[in-house]
């Protein structure tokens, strides 16, 4: 078990830029979530995956957002023309469905839009 | 209003201390409860986690829930400078989980 894996780290782009993230959950876990935390803040939901169905799409979620998970293992969250509002740490987390279902986070990717 | 609030803070204590953190919500469907722990730069870490009123307890951390008064809490006996961390409540309705804006606590030595 090597735990939730995000790339990048930081990343820092201008405004109007696309950003692509990827997220690698822990193996053998069937949910795939995004999330995302402002300073001060805790983390707000985006979406979620069970395999590669994406299930739930937060309604505050802007269109220039989209995910993927395209064989229910690695998933990826674009940004298209980034604003600066978007400037925040995007975590990604995954479990494996059951009564039982805990999360499992990893460190998140931190984005800075000039 | 937040779906779930929790005691914003910051909350700092002497080493030894015993600390409470507290969230109220006002969705009366969630089903699971849960605490997590947040250091600076990193993922949150799962703390505690339950899915009944009641208490539960898991060395020094204690998890209550009163599903009655929509509240929960977490205690933190012998509190050490380790413990120094944001910590976040969370609930979860199926899949989804929403978290409170957390609580940073400072335990001098």
Known sequence: DTGVSQDPRHKITKRGQNVTFRCDPISEHNRLYWYRQTLGQGPEFLTYFQNEAQLEKSRLLSDRFSAERPKGSFSTLEIQRTEQGDSAMYLCASSLVGTNEKLFFGSGTQLSVL | ?109
Do not use: H
Not at chain 2, 25 to 34: D, P
């Open chain 2, 1 to 109: 209003q937040k779906e779930v609030e929790q005691d914003p803070g910051p909350l700092s204590v002497p080493e030894g201390a015993i600390v409470s953190l507290n969230c109220t919500y006002s969705n009366s469907a969630f089903q699971y409860f849960m605490w997590y722990r947040q250091y600076s730069r990193k993922g949150p870490e799962l703390l505690m986690y339950t899915y009944s009123s009641g208490n539960k307890e898991d060395g020094r951390f204690t998890a209550q829930v009163d599903k009655s008064s929509k509240y929960i809490s977490l205690f933190i006996r012998d509190s050490q400078p380790s413990d120094s961390a944001t910590y976040l409540c969370a609930m979860r309705i199926a899949g989804k989980s929403t978290f409170g804006d957390g609580t940073t606590l400072t335990v001098k030595p």
